[in-house]
């Protein structure tokens, strides 16, 4: 009797013994799956982070609106002289903001230069559209003879070309700098008998 009774406590003392293991172990993978769920989620966040707000992108410049303030154009002999006032934009798609140099718009004719205008150094902030207007001078008076620029002012349009590269630096937190520029290639038909520019392409 005194042997079963002995038997009885030392199975009982067992199964309370595994039981304690297996609470421990069941402890210890709760642990690590906390552990391996929390470094997962780390790293998504970290990843989300490199390529969103971390990912430095080139800024956006372009001409947006134009308008004529003054024009004189003649077939005969072929010349034109025009004033016009354009709105260029410059977009930060970036999470820092975009600090950049003074640069020159070129417009052509053809191929040929017939004017230029000064865009300011600036600033535009972080993930915003910074609109700066600017008013330019053109005149043909570098295009030669031979071009096709009489049949168009008889037909009553100018196609005129314009471009530039802004080039400056996105910060990220006051710690990371980056240089990045900006091309402008826009093409325009300004429209003699309107007076208006119309079907402003930019790429």
């Given at each position: 009797?005194?042997?079963?009774?002995?038997?009885?406590?030392?199975?009982?003392?067992?199964?309370?013994?595994?039981?304690?293991?297996?609470?421990?172990?069941?402890?210890?993978?709760?642990?690590?799956?906390?552990?391996?769920?929390?470094?997962?989620?780390?790293?998504?966040?970290?990843?989300?982070?490199?390529?969103?707000?971390?990912?430095?992108?080139?800024?956006k410049f372009r001409l947006t609106s134009v308008t004529v303030?003054?024009?004189?154009?003649?077939?005969?002999?072929?010349?034109?002289?025009?004033?016009?006032?354009?709105?260029?934009?410059?977009?930060?798609?970036?999470?820092?903001?975009?600090?950049?140099?003074?640069?020159?718009?070129?417009?052509?004719?053809?191929?040929?230069?017939?004017?230029?205008?000064?865009?300011?150094?600036?600033?535009?902030?972080?993930?915003?559209?910074?609109?700066?207007?600017?008013?330019?001078?053109?005149?043909?008076?570098?295009?030669?003879?031979?071009?096709?620029?009489?049949?168009?002012?008889?037909?009553?349009?100018?196609?005129?070309?314009?471009?530039?590269?802004?080039?400056?630096?996105?910060?990220?937190?006051?710690?990371?700098?980056?240089?990045?520029?900006?091309?402008?290639?826009?093409?325009?038909?300004?429209?003699?008998?309107?007076?208006?520019?119309q079907d402003i392409n930019c790429q």
């Amino acid at each position: 009797m005194a042997r079963q009774s002995y038997e009885q406590r030392k199975t009982g003392t067992e199964s309370a013994a595994e039981a304690s293991k297996e609470l421990k172990r069941k402890k210890r993978m709760k642990l690590v799956v906390y552990v391996a769920a929390f470094a997962i989620f780390q790293t998504i966040v970290i990843l989300i982070f490199s390529l969103t707000v971390m990912r430095i992108r080139n800024p956006k410049f372009r001409l947006t609106s134009v308008t004529v303030e003054d024009l004189t154009a003649a077939p005969s002999p072929v010349s034109f002289n025009m004033k016009l006032s354009a709105q260029v934009v410059v977009k930060n798609s970036n999470f820092g903001h975009f600090k950049f140099d003074n640069t020159t718009i070129w417009f052509d004719y053809g191929g040929v230069g017939v004017g230029e205008a000064f865009v300011a150094k600036g600033r535009s902030k972080a993930r915003s559209t910074k609109k700066m207007n600017v008013t330019v001078e053109l005149n043909s008076n570098n295009i030669p003879n031979n071009s096709s620029l009489e049949s168009e002012i008889k037909a009553g349009f100018v196609a005129l070309t314009g471009h530039s590269k802004l080039s400056g630096k996105v910060q990220l937190m006051k710690l990371i700098k980056k240089k990045k520029s900006a091309e402008m290639n826009c093409a325009m038909l300004v429209n003699l008998v309107t007076r208006a520019v119309q079907d402003i392409n930019c790429q």
